[in-house]
């Protein structure tokens, strides 16, 4: 574009059909907001024209400008800028390129605006190179803009400064965004650590990745979540809780772009809160759960119970010496003693049990999962026992003992009011009844306690001077012949008569002195098969039975290797009978020591097959030799189709996994032969025998 100096002169230069294309050019030029110029390359930029936009720009005549009438371009531009504006036009002109520069000028009235100027140098009309350009206000742009970065500045100070972690994810779990205080709160050394290092939120964030999920849930459902509270795993694998707030951010079209939002450390808090339930539901004293928390565990204890049949045991205690101590020896021993027995109780229960204390001497045991009152009677000695033990209180050993009052739900109640009222009055009738004893709420209970308490006495007094018996059932094989025995206890007490095993197994098992009575057994049985087989070519097999409790405790292996030993009996002579509750409990446990029976040399035995959860897996998998099929598969057999069926299987079962198969309690002609015939291995039962004693058993054999 090249500018003509002034209208007259273009006026008389120019032909009329030109004439329309300059003024055309002139209007527009001179209507533009900004002044196009012509000026020289010289010190001063002197003007060779300029176009009227020159007034509002600058605030001077366009005639005041060029030819430096009263003013120059170089006065006008900021004294600040005049070196770098000169430098960046020289160079463009040397290199024959267009330039475009930004600087302030000095209006008129001593303003400052700030400009662009774009321009190029060319050869004018007598080739001689001068600058032709426009110059605008850019002062309004210059303004929002640095308002702008003012304002993302201020944002920006926010999200580095803020005390709470801010952050920007994908739906998938990788951030896009995180600020220092994020990292700071997941104890990452800064954002872009826990950026690089965090790439699945889900599972490497939250300790329970589920929350993950729900999270996503409430986003997608409600496009925000609001105080979404949640425990997750600082960097260092340390916990904490944190309070999230966010939102989903959407493209115009709708689509979800990422999450926003702020997350807050509220460990503190929880800590609190937790402690505050904590006194609300707890004893200060012992730490034990108080009345509340104790009455919520009685609500779950029943709906538990109901479901599975259980009974659910109240037992109220009360310290009977307590009172005494607290006033001789002040609050202090009180206290101490208090805190001792809470101990004591918590070492008698299960974890699944409560103990709590309501205040004072008056503490609460709550026991779950007994199906049996008399595994409650043994638990319940053991909780005297243990409170009888002497405490050591200001330097001298006292002894305390307690009341015990029982209530069994769903017998005694069927709400938490009524089963502790009931195991309170049952407690006053064990006050009542001296002291240092428990009492059921129903007497029926009372009585049994009384007499299993009597029948336990007098086992220990048998164990200890050795007043059992043990008798011999021999077992036979399809042509009648003798092929072993078993053992079977036998108890024969002055006052109480002939106690059957059935009866005081249990209690032995519960008590403890199942591993002195079996000893017992044991070595009576192994002494008598050495006796029975000094002359035999063929040995007589000596099946003992092995409570389950016996697995569960201490070497039972090596015990009975011990006893092996000491009768000089080869372990090839004996059969260990156990039944399937071995299996209940710790499996791997029991095959454990089951495969270290074997390791031994002795025969083992099932016993009571068909009785309990008979699974097919466990007699693929464990190392036995011998099914004893229950009586109550052979009872019946010679009449009942079900009961013949299901023998009838049991002994090919048997037989297809090359197990020896035994049929105990057979009793007549008819269920001998039909067991026979279906591969019976080996028989037992009244018609074969009864269990003899040892000299009977030894006249039989003897006979032949
Ligand atoms: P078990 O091991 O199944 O023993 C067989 C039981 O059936 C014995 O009862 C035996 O006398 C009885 N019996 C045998 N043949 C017949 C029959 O033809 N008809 C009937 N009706 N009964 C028959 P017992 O001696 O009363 O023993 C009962 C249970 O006590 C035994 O069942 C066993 O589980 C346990 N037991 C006995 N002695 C001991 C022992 O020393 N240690 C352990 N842990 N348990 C023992
Ligand atoms: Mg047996
Ligand atoms: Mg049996």
């Not at 430098?87 to 520069?101: D, E, K, T, W």
């Not at 409570?547 to 372990?571: C, K, M, N, T, Y």
């Amino acid at each position: 574009m090249s500018f003509l100096p002034t209208r007259s002169r273009r006026t008389s230069l120019l032909s009329a059909g030109e004439l329309d294309r300059a003024r055309v050019l002139d209007t527009l030029v001179n209507n533009l907001d900004g002044m196009a110029y012509r000026c020289r390359n010289d010190a001063s930029w002197r003007m060779i024209f300029v176009s009227q936009g020159c007034l509002i720009l600058t605030g001077y005549q366009p005639t005041e400008l060029v030819e430096n009438t009263t003013i120059t371009w170089e006065d006008i531009t900021h004294p600040e800028e005049r070196a770098y504006v000169r430098a960046h036009i020289h160079a463009a002109v040397l290199g024959g390129q267009r330039f475009s520069v930004q600087y302030r000028i000095v209006t008129k009235s001593g303003h400052l605006k700030w400009v662009v100027e774009r321009g190029i140098a060319v050869p004018d009309e007598m080739g001689e190179v001068v600058i032709e350009g426009f110059i605008e206000d850019v002062t309004n742009q210059r303004e929002m803009l640095e308002a702008l970065e003012q304002a993302e500045l201020r944002y920006r100070n926010i999200f580095e400064h803020a005390s709470e972690g801010i952050f920007q994810t994908t739906p998938d779990g990788r951030y896009l965004a995180a600020n220092p205080a994020l990292a700071r709160i997941y104890g990452y050394a800064s954002p872009a650590t826990l950026i690089a290092s965090l790439d699945d939120i889900g599972r490497q964030l939250y300790v329970r990745p589920s929350q993950r999920e729900r999270f996503r849930q409430l986003m997608e459902q409600q496009g925000e979540v609001l105080n979404f509270e949640s425990e997750i795993y600082r960097q260092d694998g340390a916990r904490i809780w944190i309070s999230e707030n966010a939102h989903i951010v959407r493209d115009t079209a709708g689509e979800t772009l990422y999450y926003e939002g702020t997350v807050q450390d509220i460990s503190e808090r929880r800590h609190y809160q937790e402690q505050l339930e904590r006194q609300a539901n707890h004893d200060m004293l012992t730490g034990l759960p108080n009345r509340i928390l104790l009455g919520d565990r009685v609500e779950q204890g029943i709906a538990r119970a109901a479901r599975l049949g259980y009974y659910l045991t109240v037992v109220f205690i009360d310290l009977d010496n307590f009172k005494f101590i607290n006033d001789s020896l002040g609050h202090g021993a009180g206290d101490k003693l208090l805190r001792e027995i809470a101990d004591r109780l918590k070492h008698c229960v299960r974890t699944s049990d409560t103990v709590a204390r309501l205040g004072g001497d008056e503490f609460v045991l709550l026991l779950n999962d007994h199906f049996r009152a008399s595994t409650v009677m043994s638990q319940l000695q053991r909780v005297l026992t243990e409170i009888a033990r002497p405490v050591l209180l200001s330097g001298r050993e006292f002894h305390i003992g307690a009341s015990l009052g029982v209530a069994l739900y769903p017998a005694d109640g069927e709400d938490s009011a009524s089963l502790l009222k009931h195991a309170d009055v049952a407690m006053y009738a064990a006050k009542n009844r001296g002291r240092n004893n428990f009492q059921f709420f129903t007497s029926a209970l009372n009585r049994e306690a009384d007499e299993r308490l009597n029948l336990e006495t007098a086992l220990r007094l048998a164990i200890e001077h050795d007043e059992f018996e043990v008798h011999y059932q021999p077992k036979f094989d399809h042509r009648r012949r003798i092929v072993g025995m078993e053992a079977l206890a036998r108890w024969f007490h002055p006052e109480y008569g002939a106690v059957s095993p059935d009866r005081f197994i249990p209690i032995a098992e519960e008590t403890g002195l199942i591993l002195p009575l079996t000893t017992a057994i044991l070595r009576r049985a192994f002494a008598a098969a050495h006796h029975w087989n000094r002359q035999r070519t063929t040995p007589l097999r000596m099946a003992v039975n092995l409570s389950p409790r016996l697995f569960l405790s201490g070497d039972i292996v090596a015990h009975v290797a011990e006893l092996l030993d000491e009768a000089q009996l080869p372990a090839a002579q004996v059969e260990l009978e156990i039944t399937e509750t071995v299996f209940m409990g710790d499996g791997d446990r029991a095959i454990t020591t089951l495969d270290r029976f074997k390791d031994l040399g002795v025969n083992l035995a099932m016993d009571d097959f068909g009785t309990g959860y008979s699974s097919l897996s466990y007699l693929r998998r464990f190392p036995l030799d011998i099914i004893k099929i229950d009586r109550s598969l052979v009872t019946g057999i010679e009449h009942e189709e079900e009961v013949a069926m299901i023998a009838r299987a049991v002994i090919s079962l048997g037989q297809s996994l090359r197990k020896t198969v035994v049929a105990e309690g057979v009793e007549n002609q008819a269920q001998f032969d039909f067991l026979r015939y279906q591969g019976c291995h080996e028989f037992q039962g009244y018609l074969l025998s009864r269990p003899l004693s040892q000299e009977a058993l030894t006249r039989l054999l003897d006979a032949g």
